[in-house]
């Protein structure tokens, strides 16, 4: 561990820090209709979206057909990505005659996609055509972010009306998502981009001769070993820049390349690097502050923040530690940090990142339902690995995807207001609210979805041949393959470790299930629970209200999500990354 490294650290959290209100109050003007400078030009385009689909932006609705517009929408564009990837060597900007994509791989990244998962079994530049990147999941990363703000909006309202049955229009909502905050905000991030270097074309991919031939050895089925000299190089280029705007301010993570952003054309500079996880908490950060400001309570916005920051502070040190320690088992290996190496674990990390910046941006896109990886995760230490993993179990509330982080955490918040109520023998409030039975029972089965269908759908893929046939690697590391890829796709987040052979029939299938399981089905009763609260009336706060906006609450809410969240997982967590650990420490290796 350096000082630059934990300079680059706290210079990061306090730009996030300073953009929080400005971009939370925006938003919340923006959801609450009052002016913005950018109404003359955006108010025009808003109505003749409205005219043409025949929405009335006036009609509001109850939480039931706010669900069902939701779902919807998510089922009808699910199926036009489907359909997409199945034709796409039928229809344009195909240059490089990409094949139709199969049939369980086609709906494991239209589920992907269309949820904010963006998990990725496919290598994006041999796989998928400009058209299909363009229109197909470049749209989804706009809509699904879309979505996801919508939702959170719809929260807020629950929380902030008084005896209304309904918590806003699902149509508005995402058109003002997409007008006023997204678009907007990736024309300017795409131009930051290619000054830097990330490509935006629609050429061919290019062919160059090799300086030096290469000799590449690989075997078959049966294990015959063959050996080819390679003297050209294919150099995939493409429209990048459009889509990773909209990859990392949505938090949807998808990659144009294999790669992610370790790639050159993704993510060139240390600038770049810096801007994009900038950009990954950019709009999670700002909703806490939307939510203070349009429920009246500024203060419990900024707990909320103050909660996310301590879980986030507390990852990304440890992610760094552990990186830093290097590889036990290279015994006589210089691995401190010095002016001539970075030193500590180099494995699977860029040199021009190095390990301050591949720890936090691990940290923050798992913190985030991001997702977008400038290194790998399955190269880290077992304690740097199991970071992001845990980050991931946590449920999306450190900062968390576009939206679904504050609903997310919001699920908690209930459940610690509940907790403290119980302690001091009251009816537990939640900002003039009283926090009741049906609450809790939503809040319980959005927080029991998770775990279940993780844990159930891991043991089967390690029990069973069809899922082991894909493990690469034996021992509590493929164990750690296995359990991430469930936990990723469940949460939304979409990042994976390396290792496991996911382009295979079970796998698109059960991981492309997980991706709607985990997004819906969490959904539903989170939109239950804000139709509940905005039918309720204002209860005066008195003097054994817990109040939600102190210190003493951010410490209950951390509490709250480390006990009911992380703990679930901890005895599958202690047969992958700790078991993996001790053995690495004991000088043992798979």
Known sequence: MTANGWLQILVFFAIIFAITKPIGLFMARVFSGERTFMDPVLKPVERLIYRLTRVDPEREMKWTEYAVSMLLFSGVTMLVLYVMQRAQLSLPWNPQKLAAVGQDLAFNTAGSFTTNTNWQNYSGESTMSYFTQMAGLAYHNFASAAVGIALAIAFIRGIARREKETIGNFWVDITRAGLWVLVPACILYSFLLISQGVTQNLRPYDTVKLLEPQTIQSSDASGKSTSKITTEQTIAQGPVASQEAIKMLGTNGGGFFNVNSAHPFENPTPFSNFLQMISIFAIPAGLTYTLGKMTGSTRHGWAVWSAMAVLFAAGVATAYWAEAQGNPLLKGVDQRASITQTGGNMEGKEVRFGIANSAMFATITTDASCGAVNSMHDSFTPLGGMVPMVNIMLSETVFGGVGAGLYGILIYVVLAVFIAGLMVGRTPEYLGKKIEAFDIKMAMLTTLVFPFTILILTAISVLKGFGTSAILNPGPHGFSEVLYAFVSTAANNGSAFGGLSGNTSWYNSS????????????????????????????????????????????????????????LTFFPALSLGPILEHLLLQAGKAF
Do not use: C, D, E, Y
Not at 513 to 541: C, D, H, S, Y
């Open 511 to 566: 991981l492309g299930l997980n991706t709607l399981v985990g997004r819906f089905f969490m959904i539903i009763p989170m939109l239950a629970i804000a139709g509940n609260l905005a039918r309720k009336q204002a209860v005066p706060a008195s003097a054994g209200t817990f109040p939600v906006t102190t210190p003493l609450f951010t410490v209950l809410l951390v509490g709250t999500i480390v006990i009911v969240g992380a």
